[in-house]
């Protein structure tokens, strides 16, 4: 059974933890320790997993000598020193996107990965999204011939950088943030790298409320196949927006179209003093198992976590990692191809051209 560590137990960690408990319970992993350098989340995490916590990752990784695996959900711009001392420390590694918000970050992750023959996992959960596998099997099939177009877009509710993460919401942006899973959605679905970029955004509303980063960033991306697709981010949305996220793509093809929203999966509802909402059980999904009592997590936002702990078990039983490429599972090798494109858009913003991907 593989033991597993997580670093950065807060918003989207507890998502991992969830998943990793509720794998343990079935017999396929052991969550063994984690940590945060909020001492508050820390404390209460660790009680309510019943879990060894540590404020120090380094300190965790050294004391833990058993770890199979570590998970890194730090905010976006500090991956990069875990997973490297994760990975020198020979565990394998699902870390949250983006990979790192460098190139050169990337990079450095992805040698000291391959150097120590550790699996690099990034966690691209629109991958494990069921719509988004069948339009991919449609897309292999040829079913749209070659994608000459399109537009994807992603936009949060202003409560995301104003109110969940204000602390570092300013060292982020709508690319980072939203825009890497567009990125990476749209490159594993047409299979293509991309190339060049022309990009455009504003900073008003958040910066008025001190938060000083991009309101929005639109940018249109060509991919090496030729394919050119559009995507427009942002996290503006009012507060009483039906949904947290607002997502959807369209990809036109020399012999079909694909589109997919991602937001409005068909069900509608209004409460008294709510609103009107709308679900995405797909994502994530809580029900009570009458037979044990306990809560039960489901949906794509599970699954792609849980890949890592499949992933792991594959490779104590001799599995080799090459075998892992060109699957569903996102790898460095992705995180690093999606920074390029993110850090290509971010010197768009700055120069007002188009830059080499």
């Not at 594959?314 to 996102?330: A, P, V």
Request: charged residues 30%; proline residues 3%.
């Amino acid at each position: 059974m593989v033991k597993l560590g997580v670093i950065g137990v807060g918003r989207f960690g507890t998502n991992i933890l969830n998943t990793f408990k509720q794998m343990e319970e079935e017999g396929r992993c052991k969550l063994a320790a984690i940590c945060d350098i909020n001492k508050e989340t820390l404390k209460n995490q660790s009680e309510k997993y019943n879990v060894k916590g540590y404020t120090d990752y380094k300190e965790m990784i050294d004391t833990e000598k058993n770890l199979d695996g570590i998970a890194v959900a730090t905010p976006d711009p500090f991956h990069r020193e875990p997973v490297i001392y994760a990975a020198n420390a020979g565990k394998h590694i699902l870390c949250e996107k983006p990979l790192d918000v460098t190139v050169e970050g990337c990079q450095e992750m992805l040698k000291a990965a391959r150097k120590n023959n550790i699996l690099l996992q990034v966690d691209f959960h629109k991958r494990f999204d069921p719509f988004h596998i069948k339009l991919k099997a449609d897309l292999q099939e040829g079913k749209t011939g070659r994608i000459e177009y399109g537009y994807a877009h992603m936009e949060d509710k202003i409560v995301v950088p104003r109110d969940w993460f204000p602390g570092w919401a300013s060292k982020s942006s709508p690319v980072w943030f939203l825009g890497v899973h567009l990125y990476d959605l749209v490159r594993w679905l047409i299979g293509s790298n991309g190339k060049q970029v022309y990009a455009r955004g504003r900073k008003m509303k958040l910066k008025e409320i001190g938060v000083d980063t991009y309101d929005f960033v639109s940018a249109m991306v060509e991919f090496e196949n030729g394919a050119v697709v559009t995507f427009d981010t942002s996290w503006i949305l009012p507060e009483d927006f039906e949904a947290v996220v607002n997502q959807g793509f369209r990809l036109v093809g020399d012999r079909g179209i694909i589109e997919c929203d991602s937001q409005d999966r068909g069900t509608r509802v209004s409460y008294e003093k709510a609103g009107v909402l709308t679900y995405n059980p797909v994502f994530i999904n809580e029900n009570r198992d009458a037979r044990t009592g306990k809560t039960r997590f489901s949906g794509y936002g599970i699954e792609s976590i849980a890949d890592f702990v499949y992933n792991l078990d594959y490779l104590s039983k001799g599995g080799r990692l090459q075998d892992l490429e060109g699957g569903i599972t996102g790898l460095g090798e992705d995180g690093l191809e999606v920074t390029k494109i993110a850090v290509a858009v971010h010197r768009s913003l700055e120069t007002g051209k188009v830059e080499l991907v």
